[in-house]
């Protein structure tokens, strides 16, 4: 009866540790908590953004990872590329910003 006891305790606890290693991230993977994470990020973005008076009717998609924001699509002036980059900077969480937005 022990053995079979500590034989389940081992094999849990291996099944514990594989599925820890399972959602840890690497350098081009997320782990589950980041993706979480991202996730909150690029809504929270997408809310400022779009919350923005002069850029709610441009068209910017918003793509997180690990914290870095990527900001692509087209505005119609300079000043929108600043301004969502810079709004994009104010939201929590983001740790930088990546500019791929192009002119009309």
Do not use: W
């Not at 606890?13 to 081009?28: H, I, K, P, R, Y």
């Not at 997320?30 to 996730?39: F, N, Q």
């Not at 590329?81 to 002119?103: F, H, Q, Y």
């Amino acid at each position: 009866m022990k053995h079979l006891i500590r034989f389940f305790s081992a094999f849990f606890l291996t099944l514990v540790l594989v599925a820890a290693v399972g959602c840890a991230s690497t350098q081009t993977q997320e782990g589950t908590g980041e993706y979480v994470d991202d996730s909150v990020i690029t809504s929270k973005v997408k809310t400022a953004i779009f919350s923005e008076p002069s850029l709610s009717s441009a068209e910017i998609n918003v793509e997180t990872f690990k914290g870095v924001v990527q900001l692509s699509g087209f505005v119609n002036s300079r000043a929108d590329i600043n301004k969502a980059v810079a709004v994009a900077r104010g939201v929590g969480g983001v740790k930088s910003v990546k500019n791929d937005m192009r002119l009309k």
